[in-house]
């Protein structure tokens, strides 16, 4: 786990100091829905604490992300598909470096791995 939180966005939602449209929310984990949503259902899931990657400590918490993910598809009846993405780095798209997963559904979503 990092240290590098102060300036973190995902840290200010975490603490309260900006808002969020919160979908889940326990004790080490958080879930909103995307301000700039890429599909009709976008949430991100982070997990409270700062972590830039994963380490080895961290491979639980990552998991309950996902079991989290999994739970608000089944809440929100996303029977028809939904993906969930992880981008680790600015080359992959990254913009904010605390680990986080989007859940998108909501439309025909386009394969982009060829």
Excluded: W
């Amino acid at each position: 786990m990092s240290d590098d939180s102060r300036g973190c966005v995902f840290c200010g939602i975490v603490a309260g100091a900006i808002p969020s449209n919160k979908a889940y929310e326990d004790e080490e984990i958080l879930a909103f829905y995307d301000i700039n949503p890429q599909a009709p259902v976008h949430i991100l899931i982070i997990p409270k604490a700062h972590i830039e990657e994963i380490a080895d400590g961290d491979s639980a918490l990552a998991g309950k992300c996902l079991a989290v993910a999994a739970t608000l598809a089944r809440e929100l009846k996303l029977a028809q598909g939904f993906r969930i993405v992880a981008n680790h780095g600015p080359a992959a798209g990254q913009t904010v470096p605390h680990l986080h997963f989007h859940l998108l559904a909501g439309r025909q979503l386009e394969l982009t791995m060829g």
